[in-house]
C-alpha cells in the first residue's frame, strides 16, 4: 500500500512554524518580512500565482506588494523597477513573475534582481552557491520538493534517482540538491533527447517528473517500491470545475500509485510546497539583515 506525500498538510505545517517566527519578530519589536512581487500582463496563470503569494503572506503575518503593469512593458523600464525594489530597505524579498511577454529578456530580468533578495533563487549567484553547497536562496520547487523528502524521511543515500526535465528552475536544481553530500543520491538527469527513457525510469528508486507531459509516466515504467514525486502541472478544460480548468500532473496516478511506496498527486503534492519555498527565502533574507 503507497503512502501520500501531503504537500497541503506539510506547507499548512511549514506555514505555521513561519507564523510563529513573525509573532516573535513582532513582540521583538522587529519589522515583519517583506515580498513584493512584480507582475507584468494579463497571463491568466501568472494572475492566479500572484493572488496566490499574496494570500500566502497575509496568512504567515508577511508585508506584501504587487506592482503590476500592462503587456507593453517596456524591457528597461521593468530593469528601473527592479533596481528600485533592489534600493528599497522595507523589501526583503521580491520576484518578477515568469513568464513575460516576449520582448523582455528573462535572463537579462533575473541578473538585475540583487541576489540577496532573489525570493526565487533564480539568480546565477544563488545558483552559483547551490551548486557548490554554500547556504543560498534555493529555487522554490525543488527547495520544496527537498522538503517533502526530508520530513516524509524518504532515503535519498545511494539511491538512483532519476529527474525528468532539465529546466534551470526544476530539473536541473534538484539533481543537483539530490546529489549533494547529505542527500547522497545517485542522479540520471533525462529529457527530450534521451534514449531509451523508459527502461532509465524504470531503474529509478526515486522518480522526479518535471515536464508538463500530461500522464506521461506510466505503470509500466515505474518499479515496484519507488518513490514518485509528480512536479508537472498542465491546465486541461473541465466542465466539471468551478474554474473550468483542472490540472492534470505528468504521472498516471491512479495506475502508477499502487506500484509505489510514496507518491505526491496533483494538485496537493509540490505546488503548495513550492509557496512555501518563496516565504521561506523571504524570511531569510529578512532575518539576515538583523
Ligand atoms: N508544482 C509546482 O509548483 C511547479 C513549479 C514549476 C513548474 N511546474 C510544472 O512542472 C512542469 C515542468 O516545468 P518547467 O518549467 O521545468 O518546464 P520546461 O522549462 O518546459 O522544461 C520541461 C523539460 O521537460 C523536458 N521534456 C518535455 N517533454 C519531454 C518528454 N516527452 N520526455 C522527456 N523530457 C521531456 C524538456 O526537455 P528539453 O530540455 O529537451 O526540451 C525540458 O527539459 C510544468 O508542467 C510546470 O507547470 C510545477
Known amino acids: 500500500m503507497y503512502r501520500l506525500i501531503d504537500g497541503k498538510k506539510i506547507a499548512a505545517e511549514v506555514k505555521q512554524e513561519i507564523a510563529l517566527q513573525v509573532t516573535q519578530l513582532k513582540s521583538a519589536g522587529k519589522k515583519v518580512p517583506h515580498l513584493a512581487a512584480i507582475l507584468v500582463g ?7 500565482y500572484v493572488a496566490n503569494k499574496v ?29 528600485n525594489l533592489n534600493n528599497d530597505d522595507d523589501v526583503d524579498g521580491f520576484i518578477v513573475q ?24 533564480f539568480h546565477p549567484v544563488n545558483l552559483g552557491r547551490m551548486m557548490i553547497g554554500i547556504p543560498s536562496y534555493l529555487p522554490a520547487t525543488p527547495f520544496g520538493i527537498i522538503e517533502l523528502i526530508k520530513r516524509y524521511k524518504i532515503e ?15 530539473g536541473r536544481p534538484v ?7 547529505g ?4 542522479v540520471t538527469v533525462v529529457h527530450s533527447r534521451t534514449k531509451n527513457i523508459e527502461s532509465i525510469i524504470h531503474n529509478a528508486d526515486i522518480i522526479i517528473s518535471a515536464i508538463g507531459s500530461p500522464l506521461f509516466v506510466k505503470a509500466g515504467m515505474v518499479k515496484e517500491g519507488a518513490v514518485v514525486i509528480d512536479v508537472g502541472t498542465t491546465r486541461v478544460s473541465s466542465p466539471d470545475t468551478k474554474s473550468g480548468f483542472k490540472l ?22 509540490v505546488g503548495p510546497m513550492t509557496r512555501v519555498g518563496l516565504l521561506l ?10
Do not use: W
Not at 42 to 48: A, E, K, L, V
Not at 109 to 120: H, R, W
Not at 156 to 170: D, E, F, L, P
Not at 183 to 186: E, P, T, Y
Open 248 to 269: 492534470i500532473g505528468d504521472v498516471d496516478f491512479d495506475n502508477v500509485a499502487p506500484k509505489c511506496s510514496y507518491i505526491t498527486p496533483v494538485p496537493g503534492g
Open 175 to 181: 539533481s543537483i540538491l539530490l546529489s549533494q553530500k
Open 183 to 186: 542527500m547522497d543520491a545517485s
Open 156 to 170: 535519498t543515500a545511494g539511491k538512483n534517482c532519476v529527474v525528468i526535465g532539465r529546466s534551470n528552475i526544476v
Open 42 to 48: 494579463d497571463n491568466g496563470s501568472s494572475q492566479t
Open 98 to 121: 515568469l513568464p513575460l511577454p516576449a520582448h523582455i529578456s528573462e535572463n537579462k530580468v533575473i541578473e538585475a534582481i540583487d541576489p540577496e533578495k532573489d525570493a526565487d533563487g
Open 281 to 290: 527565502n523571504t524570511l531569510t533574507a529578512c532575518m539576515k539583515k538583523m
Open 55 to 83: 494570500k500566502d503572506c497575509e496568512e504567515v503575518g508577511f508585508k506584501s506588494s504587487v506592482l503590476k503593469f500592462g503587456n507593453d512593458l517596456k524591457e528597461a523600464d521593468l530593469l528601473i523597477h527592479i533596481a
